[in-house]
C-alpha cells in the first residue's frame, strides 16, 4: 500500500482529534494531552534531551491513519531499560551511542500501544514498513540504533520477525482474582506473611498517620501543590536534582487528565507529610511517583502499595503495576512478570556483539523470575 511517512517535532503540529482517533481505550499514557503536556512543561523537549521525533503515517489521500511516539535521546535516563554498557562500550572503542532513536512513553516504563491504529490488521500491514523506514532514519540521521520499550505482544511478536534484538526484563505486578475487599487477598497469603502484613499496615496506624485516597472532584489544586513538593524533595534527597518531571506538568493533569489520576495523601497531626500519585484506567493502575517530607517506618508501603491494591479491588481493577525494580514487592503479593523491548543496532559489529549479551542476559533473566516466583507469600494451593 501507499504510506507517506512524516516526522513532527512536537506532538501539537497534530490535533488532538487526529491523535486520538488512533488511540484505543483510555490507556493514559499515549493521550494527546498526556503527551503534550510533557513537551509544553518542557519535561521532554531538546533541553532535557528527549527531543520530540513523532512519526505519522497518512495514506494516499493525506489522511492520518497510524502514528508512532519517537523521540531523539542524547542520553539514557528516564528509560528503565538499562543499556549504559552497551554506551560505553561504544566510547571505549571510539564511536559515539547517543543520539539514539527511541519509542516509548519518557518516564514511564508500562506496557502498552507503540504503533497507534484501531485497525489492527492495518497495523500488523504498517508495522513491516515502519520497521524498515526506521532502520533508514537511523541511518540518514547519524543515530546509532532504535529502542522500542515496553511494546504490547503483538508489536513484540510481529518485531520478533525482523533482525531487531530482543531483550527481556522483570517487573513485580499484582493481579485482582476477585478480590471482595483486602482481607479477601491477605487470605491467600500463609500465616507468617500475613500477620507481617498487618504488622506492617498497623505501624502506619499506630504513629496517628491517616490516609486517603483522592481522585475525581475530590482532588485539587493544593493537594497537586502538596505532592509536587514530596516529589521535588525526595529527588533532591536521594539524586541531587528535582526529578524529571515540573511543577508545571503535575499542575497540567489536574487540568487536562484529571480523570486518570489518583492520589495518595499521608497526613499527620492535619499536616499532610507524604503522597503517591497513580494513574488508571479500566484495565489497571499505575503507580508511578511517590514523595515525603517526614520519613515514618512502613509508610511507602502503605501508599504505594497497600492503598493501590484497594483501589484496585474497590473499583475492580485487573492489574496494579507499581513502578519497575524492587524485589521488597514480592513478598507483598507482586508477581514476577516479564516485559520486552526490541533494539536495532545500525553498526553490524557491535549489533552481534551486543546480539550474544541479550542471548545470555535472557537466560538470567528469565532463572531469576522462576526464582523471584518461589519467594511468593501465597500458600501452595494459590500459586
Known amino acids: ?45 531538546t533541553d532535557t534531551g528527549w527531543q520530540p521525533f513523532h512519526l505519522l503515517l497518512k495514506d494516499a489521500q493525506k489522511q492520518l491513519i497510524a502514528a508512532l511516539p519517537l523521540y531523539i535521546k542524547t542520553h539514557s535516563y528516564g528509560e528503565y531499560v538499562f543499556e549504559w ?9 571510539g564511536f559515539q551511542y547517543y543520539p539514539k532513536l527511541l519509542s516509548a512513553v519518557p518516564f514511564t516504563p508500562v506496557t502498552g500501544a507503540r504503533l497507534l491504529c484501531k485497525d489492527e490488521a492495518l497495523r500488523a500491514e504498517l508495522w ?51 478480590y ?18 498487618k504488622k506492617e499496615r498497623a505501624k502506619v496506624v499506630n504513629q496517628g498517620i491517616v490516609v486517603q485516597r483522592l481522585y475525581g472532584e475530590a482532588l485539587t489544586k493544593q493537594h497537586m501543590d502538596e505532592f509536587y513538593l514530596f516529589y521535588k524533595q525526595t529527588y533532591l534527597k536521594r539524586s541531587g536534582h528535582e526529578g524529571y518531571l515540573s511543577e508545571v506538568f503535575f ?48 509508610l511507602h508501603f502503605e501508599c504505594c502499595y497497600y492503598q493501590g491494591i484497594e483501589f484496585c479491588i474497590e473499583h475492580k481493577l485487573p492489574l496494579f503495576n507499581p513502578g519497575t525494580q ?47 516466583a518461589t519467594l511468593l507469600p501465597f500458600k501452595a494451593s494459590e500459586s
Open 128 to 178: 513491516p514498513l515502519v520497521a524498515a523506514h526506521i532502520e533508514q532514519q537511523c541511518e540518514q540521521l547519524g543515530l546509532s540504533s532504535f529502542h522500542l520499550l515496553f511494546p504490547q505482544n503483538k508489536l513484540k511478536q510481529q518485531t520478533n520477525e525482523t533482525a531487531w534484538l530482543s531483550r527481556q526484563s522483570v517487573q513485580f505486578q499484582w493481579f485482582n482474582k476477585s
Open 85 to 93: 554498557s552497551w554506551a560505553d562500550a561504544y566510547r571505549r572503542y
Open 326 to 372: 524492587g524485589e521488597h514487592k514480592i513478598q507483598r503479593g507482586f508477581e514476577p512478570i516479564i516485559c520486552h523491548s526490541q533494539h536495532w543496532i545500525v553498526d553490524t559489529q557491535f549489533r552481534e556483539a551486543i546480539s550474544r549479551f541479550t542471548q545470555q542476559e535472557t537466560e538470567h533473566v528469565q532463572h531469576y523470575q522462576k526464582e523471584a
Open 251 to 298: 499542575a497540567g493533569l489536574l487540568e487536562y487528565l484529571a480523570k486518570n489520576v489518583m492520589l495518595v495523601r499521608a497526613v499527620k497531626n492535619d499536616t499532610a507529610i507524604a503522597g503517591a500519585l497513580y494513574f488508571f484506567d479500566k484495565n489497571g493502575l499505575y503507580g508511578r511517583y511517590w514523595g515525603c517530607i517526614e520519613e515514618v517506618d512502613a
Open 180 to 197: 471482595c475487599c483486602f482481607d479477601d487477598f491477605t487470605q491467600t497469603f500463609t500465616s507468617r506473611k500475613r500477620k507481617n502484613l
Open 1 to 45: 500500500m501507499q504510506v507517506e511517512f512524516e516526522h513532527v517535532t512536537s506532538i501539537s503540529q497534530v490535533t488532538n482529534s487526529q491523535w486520538q482517533s488512533l488511540v484505543e481505550g483510555e490507556y493514559p499514557f499515549l493521550q494527546y494531552e498526556y503527551l503534550r503536556l510533557l513537551e509544553s512543561s518542557n519535561c521532554a523537549c
